[in-house]
T-cell receptor, first 116, second 113 residues
Framework: ETGVTQTPRHLVMGMTNKKSLKCEQHLGHNAMYWYKQSAKKPLELMFVYSLEERVENNSVPSRFSPECPNSSHLFLHLHTLQPEDSALYLC???????????????FGPGTRLLVL | AQSVAQPEDQVNVAEGNPLTVKCTYSVSGNPYLFWYVQYPNRGLQFLLKYITGDNLVKGSYGFEAEFNKSQTSFHLKKPSALVSDSALYFCAVRDMSRTGLTFGKGTMLLVSP
């Protein structure tokens, strides 16, 4: 479980705040992901970065802004969030190989976000 | 579009009995299938995956899953359940047109002593 770390583990913010979630992977992987886990809903894929380039953006509102400065770090910048954005935000990483294989994604413990 | 269905919100089983957690999927090409487990206040832990080859896949903690192409199913099984297996289980699928996983809504497994 220490392969992918996330900070903070818990975050409470008001709707006018700006905050950032951080993810770091120590596995030497080249792809990183943000997922949102809400109560009673399936995990939703938000963003995918491969080799530090964003390769997937699943219709996520612009109040969520990802950043991948290098292959080990991934951020999710938050601003003017809504109460319905309260959820567990999970980061994952994998080693994607040329030609495409379904490599295993390894998850961090998540950041529990509450928007008031 | 790819999708995953886990028809049971909760599965109850007595310790020592066999368990099955059901999963069916829909993808346009060859499926790549995964099972993850989530304990309270923790992230998802990888259990096993099917890419190709034998239809019976063995994974961590004594779990296994059977891939059935005709029924588009990938049910998770364990011959003898432990109380410590109680957790939330997620089935996920990926096809090679996407990079992320599509998850089912999860099944809560409760193993009673």
């Amino acid at each position: 479980e220490t392969g992918v770390t996330q900070t903070p583990r818990h975050l409470v913010m008001g709707m006018t705040n700006k905050k950032s979630l951080k993810c770091e992977q120590h596995l030497g992987h080249n792809a990183m992901y943000w997922y949102k886990q809400s109560a009673k809903k399936p995990l939703e894929l938000m963003f995918v970065y491969s080799l530090e380039e964003r390769v997937e953006n699943n219709s996520v509102p612009s109040r969520f802004s990802p950043e991948c400065p290098n292959s080990s770090h991934l951020f999710l910048h938050l601003h003017t969030l809504q109460p319905e954005d309260s959820a567990l935000y999970l980061c994952a990483s994998s080693q994607d190989l040329p030609g495409g294989t379904a490599e295993t994604q390894y998850f961090g413990p998540g950041t529990r976000l509450l928007v008031l | 579009a790819q999708s995953v269905a886990q028809p049971e919100d909760q599965v109850n089983v007595a310790e020592g009995n066999p368990l099955t957690v059901k999963c069916t999927y829909s993808v346009s090409g060859n499926p790549y299938l995964f099972w993850y487990v989530q304990y309270p206040n923790r992230g998802l832990q990888f259990l096993l995956k099917y890419i190709t080859g034998d239809n019976l896949v063995k994974g961590s903690y004594g779990f296994e899953a059977e891939f059935n192409k005709s029924q588009t199913s990938f049910h998770l099984k364990k011959p003898s359940a432990l109380v410590s297996d109680s957790a939330l289980y997620f089935c996920a699928v990926r096809d090679m047109s996407r990079t992320g996983l599509t998850f089912g809504k999860g099944t809560m497994l409760l193993v009673s002593p």
